[in-house]
């Protein structure tokens, strides 16, 4: 599994506008759902799981990422948005530190091994500290692409 079969292009946020873990949130879902990935009418039950899941525990990991993540009935293929924070925002991660890089992915309920699979890719790549930094400082959509073209193909600069 590659990044860029589960992120959609139109769900890449490089200027996130919000500052607010739950409003980052709510920014992520709509730009999947604006990006045709997830329909319209499952955003307030993702919405609702998403922030449940943060209030059992954060999923800011530390470094400047988070992966808030849900397998969801309602969601058809595995898909995630990716947002850059130029501000950083509290996700109350467990280093304490704010977050600069948001991954939201979403899954079927009904294939835990496939959002395993999503999570394990997302977190091997954030958790390389070139990946890090070239995705904190991408600006446009074209250069998270580019970056997650790099990591899918191992070539990434170090």
Known sequence: MKMREIVSSG????RLKSVERDEVIVEL?????NSGTIEARHRKTMLDAVLERERKGS???GKGVAIPH???SGSKKMAAAVGVSE??????ALDK????SVFLLVSPANDPEAHLRAMEII???????????FLRQ???VDEVLSLMDDADNGTLPA
């Open 123 to 133: 977190f091997k790549n954030l958790s390389q500290d070139a990946f890090r930094r």
């Open 87 to 92: 501000r950083g925002i509290d996700f109350n």
């Open 97 to 100: 530190q704010p977050v600069y």
């Open 11 to 14: 769900a890449i946020v490089p």
């Open 138 to 140: 991408a600006s446009t």
């Open 70 to 72: 849900v397998k969801l």
């Open 29 to 33: 879902v709509d730009a999947l759902i």
């Open 59 to 61: 999923t800011g990991f």
